[in-house]
């Protein structure tokens, strides 16, 4: 099939490239000159495990190719995708400007009939937008699909290669069979649904999950107040098939480029339509609030922190992915710094986006974990990268000012720590040989 992908982001790139992979003949287009010249030269502009080399193969096969085109990459098209951006407005809604301007790009250049699908997270009824948008400038017949995107940064390609399923929202049976024909490689499981189902679907299920991950976060406090152990209880709660044991792991709570996003939109969503949707808003106040539970920590094992030296382990929103948008890390590391401490930073591969987002003077940065933890007060552990799991805690113990651990991602074992001096505190788990100076909770 001839698709052509519309914007270069970690969607469209990874969808593209992905589409390709399976045979088709795929156009990714951006209005980034630069971004563009970047991909032909066989540089992903993004830090994805494999996609790379899923591209690399594509481009000289003959299945992919990049243009700024877009007129003309509409044109050769069966199918187009839209996977521009939706950023966040400020008051939680999705930006649509992006999604609209294509939309007209389309309606002007469409030369016969196409599928149009859309794979931006989009408020429910935007697909109707769009149509209406693209019939006001074309007199060639479409259809319009919603296809929302599940993806995971870090693990986009597999994601994409293995889908739990494809969701298809159209009223058109014609697009229904061409888009199942295409997805039909990847999985037998094809959802097919209306156009206002299929965006809501999104919406949901991003929503569920990070509702998940601050019901389990909330217990974990709670479990830190009776004295039980949160692994051992989404481990048992887990097993139970109705409630599942994934994204039920305590921690600092969820960041990246869509959790924090979506929910909101669906709030603003909700709102628009005069739905109190109180179960998210309060998902979203927890987890706010759970980051701070590392400063609370650091707070009860040192009394002040002003002149401290924090190691921050971990930058990244989560590991294997560079991305810092809407990282824990970047408040916990603002209040260290209102608090008078001296963060001492590192990651493998995000420190030049976190450099991007905050750039104090008083911020330490460091090559290795051993190194931010050289002379420190406490290391704080925000990203559970193999390394920092891996990390030799007998050495760290002695590069260490004082042994204290703070274990946002409940990355170590308490067998792992039970031989050696520190004092650990992990998330609603008890703590080991921890001596508080500061019982008074700030957060
Ligand atoms: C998410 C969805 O999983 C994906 O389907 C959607 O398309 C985009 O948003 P992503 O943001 O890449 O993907 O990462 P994910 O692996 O889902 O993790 C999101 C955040 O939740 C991370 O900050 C992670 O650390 C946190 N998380 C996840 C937890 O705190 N606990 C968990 O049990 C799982």
Redesign the pocket.
Known sequence: MKITVIGTGYVGLVSGVCYAHLGNEVICVDKDVQKIATLKAGVIPIYEPGLKELADACMESGHLQYTTDLGEAIQEAEVVIIAVGTPPLPGGGADLQFVEAVAREIGANLNGYKVIVVKSTVPVGTNETVEEIIARHTIHAFDIASVP??????TAVSDTLNPDRIVIGTKSDKAADRLSELHKPLTNQIVITDIRSAEMIKYAS?AF?ATK?SFINEIANLCEKVGADVTEVAGGMGLDKRIGGS???A?I???????PKDTKALIQIAGNVEYDFKLLKSVVEVNNHQRFGVIDKLYRALGSLQGKRIAIWGLA??PDTDDVRESPAIEIVERLLELGAVPAVTDPIAMSNFRKLINHPSIQWSATALEAAQGADAVCLLTEWQDYIQVDLRKLEQVMARPILIDGRNAYSTKQLETGRFAYYPVGRPALNNEDIAIHEMI
Do not use: A, D
């Not at 709570?253 to 959790?259: K, R, T």
């Open positions: 995107e599940f993806l995971r940064e870090g991003n999950l991950i994204f039920l792991k921690g709570g969820y960041g990246g480029s869509c959790f929103f989560k």
